[in-house]
């Protein structure tokens, strides 16, 4: 299967926001096969992102609140990351909500207003764009657009073009100036049919008719090995500025061009969902002087370094990949800008000296599996990533030495299995990971010093089977997780000290396998999980204290398999939850703590703990959204759900040896007694004791 998001991006130069004849509207954004439409928006719903807010080193982007008004999407430079007198926007539809089949058969239209006709030296267009990694495997970053563009004199053409790692070759290209004179609003339509062929075409006026189609076609290539995964982005674009003349001259030709057997669509995870979308950013060049290379460039052997030597811009990444004989970088020494940076498997490699120009990474920086480099010491002058940094696999590295002048990373940071890394100092600079922030596998890495800045995270904080970690302290300015906390498998953690400032998780927090932490202290400030809480097998965890202000877990709450837990104490806040399981909790004596619970949206599960006497602290439960089950609890003697008045599905207690069952019937006859309550579905009470 073929997954794809949709992106616009606008480049705007020098235009403000009110000067509307400098303003491009989009009436609607549509994806569909045959005469079905799988995605629709017509930019009247307010789920589209104004609210959605984008930071690139020190800017900050952004929609305004009316950027969605009167059924259009109005963009211009106020949202745009600016380079070179240039503003990029990307907004991309989450793959997850669209995906194109291979052989499925799909278009991609979108309908501009143009009422003052197409402004010289500007564009509009539908773009379908992959991003690959060309180098340790065939994995090219690939463009297809259909452009409507307007030089710096007014002339206008039509364009469909491809775009392979930076390199840009015209399919076809027609003038259409006389055909827009009065037009006011056009559609742009890329076809993909049933053989995975895009062609393109254009509506002008608004009778639905595809007036024009453009000569030529691109074939996607689609595998049947499931492990190779390919990944687009589909939308529209505006362009206004130099860009706008980045392509070949008018003639074109009628030629088919083929991908090349060998690609692999591979769409990299820079995308962050909001509702349905989710924002990007970039931008592109336009004159190109002598000493950058276009594309992606791959060095392998020493060869391929000397190559390299006198140019000062790599467009795409740069792979420096399964070399055995290198030592250093230094032939690089005039290289000042890449368009991704991949530093991987490199047996001999004990140096980064030769990078000391790059001030910043538009894409990814991946250094993974060199057991030789100690440091980084080569990558000083760095700033910023303009997606993720991964560390990964070094098993000589001792320091992050060498990025100390790191401010921000658009997307994801994450360090993960250098076992000999003993510290996080270098990242003292670091004040902005965008989305996800990850640390795994690092044994020999004691706490989190040098995070010490960043203060919020859009998607997850990922902390897990670090063995020597003892406390998250580092991460004392984070105050809110987008979506998920994962904090598992760390044999050493004894506290949470660091995360006092938390006050939200998004979506899921998972505390699993932390065998030396006792209780919770740490997370004092937490106050709402916006989906599920699972708090599994930590082996010496006694009580929940730290949890004492949190009030809501919207899903589900998941107690199990902690020996030595005897009580809940730090829960005595909550009020509201999906789900209730405690299971397999050796010790647990004491559910006192949950007396302020009047509702559970979906299930109560109690069974599995050994120890537990007695549901007393369930007092003030009134309803279950689900089912309730309560079973294999040996020396439970008392029930104590004497406000218990409706269970809506399945009503479940059995095999507890030490309970009378007649104090089971009790509580079922209550429940069906209540007049707006009772028993949705199953009666469930047996091999309970028997009592007079």
């Given at each position: 299967?073929?997954?794809?998001?949709?992106?616009?991006?606008?480049?705007?130069?020098?235009?403000?926001?009110?000067?509307?004849?400098?303003?491009?509207?989009?009436?609607?954004?549509?994806?569909?096969?045959?005469?079905?439409?799988?995605?629709?928006?017509?930019?009247?719903?307010?789920?589209?992102?104004?609210?959605?807010?984008?930071?690139?080193?020190?800017?900050?982007?952004?929609?305004?609140?009316?950027?969605?008004?009167?059924?259009?999407?109005?963009?211009?430079?106020?949202?745009?990351?600016?380079?070179?007198?240039?503003?990029?926007?990307?907004?991309?539809?989450?793959?997850?909500?669209?995906?194109?089949?291979?052989?499925?058969?799909?278009?991609?239209?979108?309908?501009?207003?143009?009422?003052?006709?197409?402004?010289?030296?500007?564009?509009?267009?539908?773009?379908?764009?992959?991003?690959?990694?060309?180098?340790?495997?065939?994995?090219?970053?690939?463009?297809?657009?259909?452009?409507?563009?307007?030089?710096?004199?007014?002339?206008?053409?039509?364009?469909?073009?491809?775009?392979?790692?930076?390199?840009?070759?015209?399919?076809?290209?027609?003038?259409?100036?006389?055909?827009?004179?009065?037009?006011?609003?056009?559609?742009?339509?890329?076809?993909?049919?049933?053989?995975?062929?895009?062609?393109?075409?254009?509506?002008?006026?608004?009778?639905?008719?595809?007036?024009?189609?453009?000569?030529?076609?691109?074939?996607?290539?689609?595998?049947?090995?499931?492990?190779?995964?390919?990944?687009?982005?589909?939308?529209?674009?505006?362009?206004?500025?130099?860009?706008?003349?980045?392509?070949?001259?008018?003639?074109?030709?009628?030629?088919?061009?083929?991908?090349?057997?060998?690609?692999?669509?591979?769409?990299?995870?820079?995308?962050?969902?909001?509702?349905?979308?989710?924002?990007?950013?970039?931008?592109?060049?336009?004159?190109?002087?002598?000493?950058?290379w276009e594309g992606s460039y791959c060095i392998e052997e020493s060869s391929d370094l000397e190559a390299l030597a006198g140019y000062k811009e790599i467009t795409g990444p740069l792979y420096i990949?399964?070399?055995?004989?290198?030592?250093?970088?230094?032939?690089?020494?005039?290289?000042?800008?890449?368009?991704?940076?991949?530093?991987?498997?490199?047996?001999?490699?004990?140096?980064?000296?030769?990078?000391?120009?790059?001030?910043?990474?538009?894409?990814?920086?991946?250094?993974?599996?060199?057991?030789?480099?100690?440091?980084?010491?080569?990558?000083?002058?760095?700033?910023?990533?303009?997606?993720?940094?991964?560390?990964?696999?070094?098993?000589?590295l001792t320091n992050l030495s060498g990025l100390q002048n790191l401010t921000s990373i658009f997307y994801t940071l994450e360090i993960e299995n250098n076992e000999s890394l003993t510290s996080l100092?270098?990242?003292?600079?670091?004040?902005?990971?965008?989305?996800?922030?990850?640390?795994?596998?690092?044994?020999?890495?004691?706490?989190?010093?040098?995070?010490?800045?960043?203060?919020?995270?859009?998607?997850?904080?990922?902390?897990?089977?670090?063995?020597?970690?003892?406390?998250?302290?580092?991460?004392?300015?984070?105050?809110?997780?987008?979506?998920?906390?994962?904090?598992?498998?760390?044999?050493?953690?004894?506290?949470?000290?660091?995360?006092?400032?938390?006050?939200?998780?998004?979506?899921?927090?998972?505390?699993?396998?932390?065998?030396?932490?006792?209780?919770?202290?740490?997370?004092?400030?937490?106050?709402?999980?916006?989906?599920?809480?699972?708090?599994?097998?930590?082996?010496?965890?006694?009580?929940l204290e730290g949890l004492n202000n949190l009030v809501s877990v919207a899903n589900g709450l998941t107690i199990s398999d902690n020996d030595s837990l005897t009580t809940l104490s730090g829960l005595?806040?909550?009020?509201?939850?999906?789900?209730?399981?405690?299971?397999?909790?050796?010790?647990?004596?004491?559910?006192?703590?949950?007396?302020?619970?009047?509702?559970?949206?979906?299930?109560?599960?109690?069974?599995?703990?050994?120890?537990?006497?007695?549901?007393?602290?369930?007092?003030?439960?009134?309803?279950?959204?689900?089912?309730?089950?309560?079973?294999?609890?040996?020396?439970?003697?008392?029930?104590?759900?004497?406000?218990?008045?409706?269970?809506?599905?399945?009503?479940?207690?059995?095999?507890?040896?030490?309970?009378?069952?007649?104090?089971?019937?009790?509580?079922?006859?209550?429940?069906?007694?209540?007049?707006?309550?009772?028993?949705?579905?199953?009666?469930?009470?047996?091999?309970?004791?028997?009592?007079?």
């Amino acid at each position: 299967m073929l997954v794809t998001a949709l992106f616009f991006s606008i480049h705007v130069s020098s235009i403000a926001y009110g000067e509307t004849e400098h303003i491009y509207q989009i009436d609607y954004f549509k994806v569909g096969s045959g005469e079905n439409t799988s995605f629709l928006d017509e930019f009247d719903d307010d789920i589209f992102p104004p609210f959605f807010t984008y930071t690139f080193g020190s800017s900050l982007m952004s929609f305004p609140p009316d950027a969605e008004r009167d059924g259009m999407l109005t963009l211009n430079k106020e949202y745009g990351w600016y380079k070179n007198d240039e503003a990029l926007i990307e907004v991309l539809l989450s793959f997850f909500t669209y995906s194109v089949q291979n052989g499925h058969g799909d278009h991609i239209e979108a309908k501009f207003m143009i009422p003052n006709g197409i402004f010289p030296d500007s564009k509009i267009g539908i773009v379908i764009s992959s991003k690959g990694e060309s180098c340790i495997s065939p994995r090219p970053k690939e463009e297809i657009h259909l452009f409507l563009q307007s030089d710096i004199e007014g002339n206008i053409v039509a364009t469909f073009d491809l775009n392979i790692d930076g390199a840009t070759t015209t399919i076809s290209q027609i003038d259409v100036s006389e055909l827009l004179t009065g037009v006011f609003e056009v559609t742009l339509r890329l076809n993909i049919s049933k053989e995975n062929v895009v062609t393109a075409s254009f509506d002008l006026g608004s009778d639905g008719t595809f007036d024009i189609s453009l000569p030529g076609s691109h074939k996607l290539t689609f595998y049947s090995d499931p492990d190779i995964h390919r990944y687009y982005a589909v939308g529209f674009e505006t362009v206004f500025g130099s860009t706008a003349n980045c392509h070949a001259d008018l003639e074109g030709d009628d030629n088919d061009i083929d991908g090349s057997d060998l690609f692999n669509y591979n769409f990299n995870q820079s995308i962050v969902s909001i509702e349905e979308f989710a924002l990007s950013f970039g931008s592109s060049e336009c004159d190109t002087p002598s000493a950058v290379w276009e594309g992606s460039y791959c060095i392998e052997e020493s060869s391929d370094l000397e190559a390299l030597a006198g140019y000062k811009e790599i467009t795409g990444p740069l792979y420096i990949a399964n070399t055995t004989n290198l030592t250093n970088l230094n032939d690089l020494a005039g290289l000042d800008s890449v368009g991704g940076l991949y530093i991987l498997d490199n047996a001999s490699l004990v140096s980064l000296s030769g990078l000391e120009n790059l001030s910043s990474i538009d894409g990814n920086l991946h250094i993974i599996n060199n057991d030789s480099l100690e440091n980084l010491t080569g990558l000083e002058n760095i700033t910023s990533i303009g997606n993720e940094l991964i560390i990964s696999d070094n098993k000589s590295l001792t320091n992050l030495s060498g990025l100390q002048n790191l401010t921000s990373i658009f997307y994801t940071l994450e360090i993960e299995n250098n076992e000999s890394l003993t510290s996080l100092d270098d990242f003292n600079s670091l004040d902005s990971v965008r989305v996800n922030l990850r640390i795994k596998f690092n044994d020999s890495l004691t706490n989190l010093s040098g995070l010490n800045n960043i203060s919020s995270l859009m998607g997850e904080l990922n902390v897990s089977g670090n063995n020597s970690l003892t406390s998250l302290s580092g991460l004392n300015s984070l105050n809110s997780i987008g979506s998920n906390l994962y904090i598992l498998d760390n044999a050493s953690l004894t506290s949470l000290s660091g995360l006092e400032n938390i006050t939200s998780i998004g979506i899921f927090f998972s505390l699993v396998k932390n065998d030396s932490l006792t209780n919770l202290s740490g997370l004092n400030s937490l106050t709402t999980i916006g989906s599920i809480m699972r708090i599994v097998n930590n082996d010496n965890l006694i009580n929940l204290e730290g949890l004492n202000n949190l009030v809501s877990v919207a899903n589900g709450l998941t107690i199990s398999d902690n020996d030595s837990l005897t009580t809940l104490s730090g829960l005595d806040n909550l009020m509201t939850s999906g789900d209730l399981e405690i299971t397999y909790n050796d010790a647990l004596n004491d559910l006192s703590s949950l007396n302020n619970i009047t509702m559970l949206k979906t299930s109560l599960i109690i069974k599995y703990n050994n120890s537990l006497f007695t549901l007393s602290g369930l007092n003030n439960l009134n309803s279950i959204g689900g089912r309730l089950e309560i079973s294999s609890n040996p020396v439970l003697t008392s029930l104590s759900l004497y406000n218990l008045c409706a269970v809506s599905y399945d009503f479940k207690i059995c095999y507890n040896s030490n309970l009378c069952e007649n104090l089971a019937e009790t509580l079922r006859a209550q429940v069906q007694a209540c007049p707006d309550g009772g028993i949705g579905k199953n009666i469930q009470i047996y091999e309970n004791k028997t009592c007079p």
